[in-house]
């Protein structure tokens, strides 16, 4: 069974600085996404980006990018120059291609420090 | 354009009670997702439709949790009888079809408290 794990409950990090949240999957199919997804205390879950695991190239978009490791299978967020907004709970998940469902990691609650 | 609506945003009722949520998905997205998360968790996908048909319900306690998206766009979780486990926030999700890296898009959720 595919599973996803996130080992922080809770990170913090000051203002302009660069924090990394982690995320580890166990998976056998070769074919899957990785998403990362925010959720602010209004509840909406967010799109932060996402990661097709047949491409090499980390992701990026904007100040947050991830680092991809397909064979370790981690799939780690940067988040740069951090802002205010950005705190949150930030929950890493995986789906398998064609399957449309999605798994959820637990979840890293995310604190930035003025 | 809209994002998809919830409601109520908060629900409180006593165990053994009643409950219903109603969701709106993003116009045009044929696949429409429940979840249940409850507080210190990820959430869990409760049921999945693609159009007004089930795909996957494997983890919908059906005892008591039914759904129903009847014309294939709004949907509705019900739950009878709710019991304190129930105590959880209910998202609702929809994205397009046909390929598995298309985001889903969430709702706000309606936070059900049991007394």
């Known amino acids: 069974a595919q599973t996803v794990t996130q080992s922080q409950p809770e990170m913090s990090v000051q203002e302009a600085e660069t924090v990394t949240l982690s995320c580890t999957y166990d998976?056998?199919?070769?074919?899957?996404?990785l998403f990362w997804y925010k959720q602010p205390p209004s509840r909406q879950m967010i799109l932060v980006i996402r990661?097709?695991?047949?491409?090499?190239q980390n992701a990026t978009e904007n100040r947050f990018s991830v680092n991809f490791q397909k064979a370790a299978k981690s799939f780690s967020l940067k988040i740069s120059d951090s802002q205010l907004g950005d705190a949150a709970m930030y929950f890493c998940?995986?789906?398998?291609?064609?399957?449309?469902?999605?798994?959820f990691g637990t979840g890293t609650r995310l604190k930035v420090l003025a | 354009e809209a994002g998809v609506a919830q409601s109520p945003r908060y629900k409180i009722i006593e165990k053994r009670q009643s409950v219903a949520f109603w969701c709106n998905p993003i116009s045009g997205h044929a696949t429409l997702y429940w979840y249940q998360q409850i507080l210190g968790q990820g959430p869990k996908l409760l049921i999945q439709f693609q159009n007004n048909g089930v795909v996957d319900d494997s983890q919908l306690p059906k005892d008591r949790f039914s759904a129903e998206r009847l014309k294939g766009v709004d949907s509705t979780l019900k739950i009878q009888p709710a019991k304190l486990e129930d105590s959880a926030v209910y998202l609702c999700a929809s994205s397009q079809v046909g390929n598995s890296n298309q985001p889903q898009h969430f709702g706000d959720g309606t936070r059900l408290s049991i007394l």
């Open positions: 990661q097709e695991a047949y491409k090499q």
């Open positions: 998940a995986y789906t398998a291609s064609g399957t449309y469902k999605y798994i």
């Open positions: 998976t056998s199919e070769s074919d899957y996404y």
